[in-house]
């Protein structure tokens, strides 16, 4: 199966957009799929040996799981924090849209069950990551909804980052055991930005996905003008949970903050 996934560049169509799917022949085991939906559309469904995750890129929307209805609401991705549901194996769960939205959906194996969770935008911290390194060229923003920390019983780590314009992010280089996948939004939406997966660099452009497999490290870069958001899903491995990242060691000089940069 194809690492880089560019078949939705000239936009999404309405309905469900499958971009990867568990049964594929890698190492993910994720399915990722993005949703535009209209008003007053109804979804339902009972979840076996599986759990989802909602994340809302923009309009609203609610589910209603174990007799407690969540419903959130954001503008975009780039000036609003995440909104994003979290439902286990052995819940039946009703969505219904209150207004046009698109809205990421992220399944993986696992049939534990947890409470269903929900994070409403004021539960979302920002991390300011890079600020004050390397005259800043990697600052970016990090948003981490959920992770083993918060959500232990999750098999899935979920978040968001916005490059900002002509800025790296994911850098210095790092890696780490377990699976990822990246998907991209850019604003204006005919940015572009590339994607290093060890010694290979692929553009990515607007609603591109990338798998990140085999332990590869994998700094981002966006071109001058352009902000960067991706989304970013990490599949926990059997008895090794995702818990952090290792960065390439001739590299980590640069993380101190006294560190002299050539200008």
Not at 21 to 26: G, H, L, P, R, V
Not at 201 to 213: G, P, Q, R, S, T
Not at 228 to 246: K, S
């Amino acid at each position: 199966m194809a690492i880089h996934i560019t078949k939705f560049r000239r936009g999404l169509k309405r309905g469900y957009n499958s971009l990867t799917q568990i049964t594929d022949k890698d190492n993910l085991k994720i399915s990722l799929g993005a949703a535009i939906l209209g008003t007053g559309e109804k979804y339902e469904e009972t979840l076996r040996g599986e759990e989802v995750c909602y994340l809302l890129l923009k309009g609203e929307m609610g589910i209603e799981v174990n007799g407690q209805f969540f419903s959130g609401e954001r503008r975009d991705v780039f000036n609003e924090k995440p909104v994003c549901w979290s439902i286990s194996s052995g819940y039946h769960y009703k969505a219904k849209i209150h207004k046009s939205t698109e809205v990421i959906e992220i399944r993986a194996k696992n049939p534990k069950k947890f409470e269903p969770l929900f994070w409403p935008q004021n539960k979302i911290k920002i991390e300011r990551r890079g600020k004050g390194l390397m005259q800043d060229a990697a600052f970016r923003l990090i948003k981490t909804v959920f992770d083993h920390t918060n959500h232990p019983k999750s098999n899935l780590v979920v978040g968001e980052v916005i490059t900002l314009p002509g800025r790296w992010s994911s850098y210095p280089p790092h890696h780490h055991l377990q699976p990822e996948i990246y998907f991209y939004k850019f604003l204006p939406k005919e940015g572009y930005g590339f994607c290093q997966l060890g010694d290979k660099v692929l553009k990515v452009e607007n609603n591109d996905a990338i798998k990140i497999l085999n332990q590869v490290d994998h700094p981002q870069v966006t071109a001058p003008g352009y902000a960067m958001w991706y989304l970013w899903a990490i599949r926990h491995l059997p008895g090794r949970p995702y818990r952090g990242f290792d960065y390439i060691k001739e590299h980590t000089w640069m993380l101190d903050k006294k560190a002299k940069i050539w200008t």
